[in-house]
């Protein structure tokens, strides 16, 4: 039977509250709705812009070179955070494309585990569904403590770097994460109706802090030769091979800042035209963000051949901050890091608001433990408020192992990477087997056409090696220091996770629910 034409399995209760903001509706978002039988209970405040904004600044490609290239830096240089990048785009690119055509047939806030529902065989229809929410959900609330603790160091980094006599101390970082979250809540609930109007100027800094950074620091800084920067593998990660080296120093570092476009994807409730407006966001943002990223890519490493020695081993904690005082001394350091963090500080904005809508959307198709109480919305703030105090306690609560090893958290920020690209990866995977079986798939406004099936094939390859890659350790001998402890964390959270399902999310979980029959079209029923 075609996934197409089942009726999902579960019939919400006739208490369900009417859906109060569909006149916000275009026609396009009617029938997406009613075709997937659905509730329009968010009010539709962005549009192309808007969301497109919000998604740009989310990824902060360009910002997160800086901050997230020490791995790469250790395992070939700039060699591998040139061509790693290069291969990490075009991935992007494809798997973006793949999950904009799901989006465009289903807009719905489910996203991964909504298509997975739609795509898989009738008899794994529900565990790889809720499997695949599981992870997904993972992987935001890991990226929304990401952004957090990124944001929050680098503070840190600026305090050791103007001042010699500050006594670092990790329950600082723990503090700041706090502080950030706490701005990020506050956005996120009771200034949420000026989240989406905010989001263009945030886009305008975006795009307008990239030359503000580039400029100085092209100008200022000693360079390396294009010898040492295109064609000079350093291994300094300990591996007996330079290609696992580069493949390590790829996943850890090149992926990381080109991850998060399936953004648009949980917030469709709320996008006007969504079936039009999701897929075409999930590609405009990997191309803007790739151009600019790239250019950064290649300034940094340029800028930071002269001194790589010295800015792996700075104090600061961040390499980027040690080529910023070479270039710029300490005033200038102190402005283009500021800047920096303003911009992580933003992008929590969209993890949050993203990590919110999926947990809000699973948890509305009973996914999760306590579903019920987290799947309301308040009425007057028209908001998933419970789903966001929930995913604001929790990288509160991730913070704390910042206290006892820094080690451990970065396990935790890898998290985002395989939580994320496993999530991408199975619809991707149910999609392409439909294609080449020449089952009948309903395409939305947007889709690949003939091409499909090679892009969908290619994504999956990309994802594959980037999520086997990402538990590596980024350094040989390991150490309870260098150990990638994401593995574990990891696996201990999809144990938990198979636990509850076996005992009573099985009962309870059986796909995405019908929250009003009669608006599901005949075709669907």
Same mark, same amino acid.
């Given at each position: ?40 209970? =968010? ?12 998604? /740009? ?11 997230? *290239? ?64 599981? !992870? ?5 609330? @890991? ?38 979250? =706490?701005?990020?809540?506050?956005? *996120? ?6 989240? &989406?109007?905010? $989001?263009? #100027? ?7 802090? #990239? ?21 000079? #593998?350093?291994? *300094? ?53 790739? +151009? ?21 081993? &700075?104090?600061?904690?961040?390499? %980027? !901050? $040690? ?15 500021? +800047? ?21 959307? %699973? ?15 308040? $009425? ?58 020449? $089952? ?27 999520? #086997? ?5 980024? /350094? !040989? ?8 402890? &994401? !593995? @574990? +964390? ?5 144990? =938990? ?6 005992? =009573? ?8 629910? +019908? ?11």
């Amino acid at each position: 039977m075609d996934p197409e034409k089942q009726a999902p399995a579960t019939i919400a209760a006739e208490t369900t509250p009417p859906p109060i903001h569909a006149a916000q509706n275009t026609p396009l978002d009617t029938t997406a709705m009613a075709s997937l039988g659905k509730l329009q209970q =968010l009010p539709r405040n962005f549009s192309f812009w808007t969301i497109l904004g919000l998604t /740009a600044s989310m990824m902060c490609t360009w910002e997160a070179v800086f901050f997230a *290239n020490s791995t790469a830096m250790l395992n070939g240089g700039p060699v591998t955070l040139i061509y790693g990048f290069l291969l990490a785009w075009v991935g992007a690119l494809a798997t973006a494309a793949s999950l904009g055509e799901m989006g465009s047939i289903w807009p719905t806030s489910g996203g991964q585990y909504h298509w997975t529902a739609q795509l898989a065989p009738p008899g794994q229809k529900a565990f790889l569904s809720w499997f695949c929410g599981w !992870i997904a959900t993972l992987g935001w609330i @890991a990226n929304t403590a990401a952004g957090a603790f990124f944001a929050a160091t680098m503070i840190q980094g600026i305090l050791v770097q103007n001042n010699p006599d500050y006594g670092y101390q990790r329950w600082h970082g723990t503090l700041l994460i706090w502080a950030v979250m =706490l701005i990020v809540f506050l956005v *996120n609930s009771v200034g949420t109706k000026l989240l &989406s109007i905010a $989001e263009g #100027f945030i886009l305008v800094l975006h795009l307008s802090a #990239f030359l503000a950074v580039l400029v100085p620091l092209l100008y200022f800084s000693p360079k390396g030769s294009a010898r040492d920067v295109f064609a000079t #593998f350093t291994n *300094n990660g300990g591996w007996s091979s330079d290609g696992l080296s580069w493949f390590i120093g790829f996943s850890l570092s090149a992926n990381l800042p080109l991850i998060g476009y399936d953004g648009p994807a949980h917030l469709a409730e709320e996008i006007r035209n969504a079936s039009t407006v999701v897929p075409w966001c999930m590609i405009c943002t990997v191309l803007l963000n790739g +151009v600019l990223g790239f250019a950064i890519v290649v300034a940094f490493s340029f800028c930071i051949v002269p001194t790589i020695e010295d800015a792996l081993t &700075s104090p600061t904690g961040y390499d %980027f !901050i $040690e080529v910023f005082y070479n270039a710029m001394g300490t005033a200038g350091t102190a402005g283009m890091t500021a +800047v920096l963090i303003i911009l992580m500080w933003c992008a929590t904005f969209g993890f949050l608001a993203t990590a919110s809508r999926q947990t809000w959307a %699973f948890a509305r198709d009973q996914g999760l433990p306590f579903s019920t109480y987290f799947a309301q919305v308040n $009425e007057r703030l028209a908001l998933p408020l419970r789903a966001i105090v929930l995913c604001s306690i929790i990288p509160c609560l991730i913070g704390l192992i910042n206290i006892g090893s820094t080690a451990a958290f970065n396990a935790i920020v890898s998290l985002t990477e395989a939580g994320l690209y496993i999530s991408y990866l199975i619809p991707i995977i149910l999609i392409m087997i439909k294609k080449i079986k020449g $089952e009948h798939i309903s395409y939305g406004p947007w889709s690949m056409g003939r091409y499909g099936v090679l892009v969908n094939g290619f994504s999956a390859v990309f994802l594959t090696i980037s999520v #086997f890659f990402s538990f590596f350790p980024p /350094a !040989i001998p390991v150490t309870p220091v260098t150990m990638n402890w &994401s !593995i @574990a +964390v990891f696996g201990g959270f999809v144990i =938990l996770g198979l636990i509850w399902y076996a005992v =009573l999310g099985r009962r309870q979980y059986h796909g995405p629910i +019908v929250e009003r029959p009669s608006l599901v079209t005949d075709e669907r029923k």
